[in-house]
């Protein structure tokens, strides 16, 4: 069963399109959404969100459509916008609001949440560094058993250590099975430690959605001298010339077994910047 | 709708707002004066002090992650500025009584009177209606309705004060018997909460049209 299913969402603003935006994430699993700046990370998140209203396109969330059942969805979903709030007004009662909104609602795991971030409650929000800042949104989106959790660049402004302890985190809770975790990133060293699947997006469209260990499959990192550029050339998803040669990234069926092209698996960042290269082919 | 209306007396809108009804309503003692003014202030200090902490405190990030719809969000915000309003009002009938204790009843414009709380309360709805829907295109941009708001609202109270000065009739209507007086009110409160319906709907419209 899938905890959230995304089918052909569309949203159009001058200049920017988010063009049939489809994916889909397993109960129990961890989705990381990648993509460069401007993407359309953010507009999916929170087109899928209702947020912003979508043109079209069509959101399931633990079953149940959004436009239909979006009170009680929300209820089973934390979100982590990544926007700050309220900066003027102490933890203590931004949570006691908030709290108030669900039902299953647990202030021992809140607690736990806020003892283990080492957050103060009697602090106001502008008192904290973005990093801290992000770990409230996180404690709250955690605290009230949400069955699907949506973060928007959890990880930014997190120092290694505390975005390690965050990733342990994710890990600890996926583990019994039932909850789901979606979140975009563009530091990609994140999802090698916990995601279990991927999507990219790229221009508002999606390139890819499929397991990690798929997705690098998919992909083969390519290096060759000069002469080796032309016959292969416009098989290249995009290359980099350098004094000794090229290097560039190519579908994993695309390639020559028979050329004496040195050929590697390329990392979540190369494929990335390679999609992002201008000399795309 | 609890919950959301609950944020919006408790974090959204400071404290300060609900302080004000007082520190204005003490203009009522101010002798032989214009009191519909009294309620002016409200739309001059409240009404663009608000909508400014919204964008200051960053309320539509913090509204994204609630499970709410966003109707309920523009009939929160509406009802916790109704509230606000019903706070001056109570304060100023309270203030008035006192006034006309201490005065007399007699004033050169518009007495503190039932009929004069009935135009206050229609005062508001007016406003309301001028303000809300067009603010809710946006959600955050509150100069052009305020200033809307605040311009109707000068002319609602214009015509009031100088039809009662000038016309003898008028003071029958407003100024006349309980009934005359009891009957303004009830007409206003009606109109007004005609008027607070097709805010509600109008703003809900609007802000749900946004992008």
Same mark, same amino acid.
């Given at each position: 069963?899938?905890?959230?299913?995304?089918?052909?969402?569309?949203?159009?603003?001058?200049?920017?399109?988010?063009?049939?935006?489809?994916?889909?994430?397993?109960?129990?699993?961890?989705?990381?959404?990648?993509?460069?700046?401007?993407?359309?990370?953010?507009?999916?998140?929170?087109?899928?969100?209702?947020?912003?209203?979508?043109?079209?396109?069509?959101?399931?969330?633990?079953?149940?459509?959004?436009?239909?059942?979006?009170?009680?969805?929300?209820?089973?979903?934390?979100?982590?916008?990544?926007?700050?709030?309220?900066?003027?007004?102490?933890?203590?009662?931004?949570?006691?609001?908030?709290?108030?909104?669900?039902?299953?609602?647990?202030?021992?795991?809140?607690?736990?949440?806020?003892?283990?971030?080492?957050?103060?409650?009697?602090?106001?929000?502008?008192?904290?560094?973005?990093?801290?800042?992000?770990?409230?949104?996180?404690?709250?989106?955690?605290?009230?058993?949400?069955?699907?959790?949506?973060?928007?660049?959890?990880?930014?402004?997190?120092?290694?250590?505390?975005?390690?302890?965050?990733?342990?985190?994710?890990?600890?809770?996926?583990?019994?099975?039932?909850?789901?975790?979606?979140?975009?990133?563009?530091?990609?060293?994140?999802?090698?430690?916990?995601?279990?699947?991927?999507?990219?997006?790229?221009?508002?469209?999606?390139?890819?959605?499929?397991?990690?260990?798929?997705?690098?499959?998919?992909?083969?990192?390519?290096?060759?001298?000069?002469?080796?550029?032309?016959?292969?050339?416009?098989?290249?998803?995009?290359?980099?010339?350098?004094?000794?040669?090229?290097?560039?990234?190519?579908?994993?069926?695309?390639?020559?077994?028979?050329?004496?092209?040195?050929?590697?698996?390329?990392?979540?960042?190369?494929?990335?910047?390679?999609?992002?290269?201008?000399?795309?082919? | 709708?609890?919950?959301?209306?609950?944020?919006?007396?408790?974090?959204?809108?400071?404290?300060?707002?609900?302080?004000?009804?007082?520190?204005?309503?003490?203009?009522?003692?101010?002798?032989?004066?214009?009191?519909?003014?009294?309620?002016?202030?409200?739309?001059?200090?409240?009404?663009?002090?608000?909508?400014?902490?919204?964008?200051?405190?960053?309320?539509?990030?913090?509204?994204?992650?609630?499970?709410?719809?966003?109707?309920?969000?523009?009939?929160?915000?509406?009802?916790?500025?109704?509230?606000?309003?019903?706070?001056?009002?109570?304060?100023?009938?309270?203030?008035?009584?006192?006034?006309?204790?201490?005065?007399?009843?007699?004033?050169?414009?518009?007495?503190?009177?039932?009929?004069?709380?009935?135009?206050?309360?229609?005062?508001?709805?007016?406003?309301?209606?001028?303000?809300?829907?067009?603010?809710?295109?946006?959600?955050?941009?509150?100069?052009?309705? *305020?200033?809307?708001? !605040? /311009?109707?609202?000068?002319?609602?109270? @214009?015509?009031?004060?100088?039809? #009662?000065?000038? &016309? $003898?009739?008028?003071?029958?209507?407003?100024?006349?018997?309980?009934?005359?007086?009891?009957?303004?009110? *009830?007409?206003?409160? !009606? /109109?007004?909460?005609?008027?607070?319906? @097709?805010?509600?709907?109008?703003? #809900?419209?609007? &802000? $749900?049209?946004?992008?």
């Amino acid at each position: 069963m899938n905890n959230l299913v995304v089918k052909d969402l569309t949203k159009k603003y001058d200049g920017f399109t988010l063009d049939r935006v489809s994916f889909e994430i397993p109960k129990g699993y961890i989705m990381g959404f990648i993509g460069e700046n401007g993407a359309g990370k953010t507009t999916t998140i929170k087109a899928l969100l209702n947020v912003i209203t979508k043109d079209s396109g069509s959101v399931e969330i633990l079953g149940k459509n959004i436009d239909e059942h979006e009170i009680e969805v929300k209820k089973n979903i934390g979100y982590v916008s990544g926007d700050s709030f309220y900066p003027k007004s102490k933890l203590k009662d931004i949570t006691k609001v908030y709290k108030r909104f669900f039902s299953k609602w647990d202030d021992e795991v809140y607690q736990s949440y806020m003892k283990r971030f080492n957050l103060d409650s009697s602090k106001k929000v502008c008192e904290l560094s973005k990093g801290m800042k992000m770990k409230y949104s996180i404690a709250l989106a955690l605290s009230h058993q949400a069955e699907l959790l949506i973060m928007d660049e959890p990880t930014s402004g997190l120092d290694p250590v505390a975005r390690d302890n965050l990733l342990e985190v994710f890990q600890s809770i996926v583990e019994e099975g039932l909850v789901s975790i979606l979140f975009s990133t563009h530091i990609t060293s994140d999802l090698d430690k916990c995601a279990d699947y991927i999507t990219f997006i790229k221009n508002g469209s999606i390139i890819e959605s499929c397991s990690k260990d798929d997705l690098v499959d998919r992909y083969r990192l390519v290096n060759g001298t000069k002469e080796q550029l032309p016959p292969i050339k416009n098989n290249l998803i995009s290359y980099k010339e350098n004094a000794f040669g090229f290097t560039g990234l190519i579908k994993t069926e695309l390639v020559d077994v028979n050329s004496s092209i040195a050929v590697g698996q390329p990392s979540l960042d190369d494929i990335m910047i390679y999609y992002s290269e201008n000399e795309v082919k | 709708m609890r919950n959301l209306l609950y944020k919006e007396l408790n974090l959204s809108i400071h404290p300060f707002f609900y302080i004000l009804p007082i520190l204005v309503g003490l203009l009522i003692f101010i002798p032989m004066w214009i009191y519909l003014i009294v309620f002016m202030y409200f739309f001059w200090f409240s009404m663009v002090n608000i909508p400014a902490g919204y964008i200051a405190k960053e309320d539509n990030s913090f509204n994204a992650m609630l499970p709410v719809a966003k109707k309920e969000i523009v009939q929160s915000k509406i009802y916790a500025i109704i509230i606000l309003q019903g706070i001056h009002i109570i304060f100023a009938i309270i203030f008035g009584i006192i006034h006309n204790y201490i005065y007399g009843t007699y004033n050169f414009f518009f007495d503190i009177n039932i009929a004069f709380f009935g135009i206050a309360i229609l005062m508001f709805a007016v406003f309301n209606i001028s303000f809300f829907p067009w603010y809710f295109k946006t959600a955050y941009s509150y100069g052009k309705p *305020v200033i809307l708001g !605040v /311009v109707i609202t000068l002319v609602y109270g @214009f015509v009031f004060e100088f039809d #009662v000065v000038r &016309f $003898e009739f008028m003071r029958t209507i407003f100024e006349g018997t309980f009934l005359n007086q009891m009957i303004v009110l *009830v007409v206003a409160i !009606v /109109v007004s909460v005609v008027l607070t319906i @097709f805010t509600m709907k109008l703003s #809900v419209q609007n &802000f $749900e049209r946004i992008k």
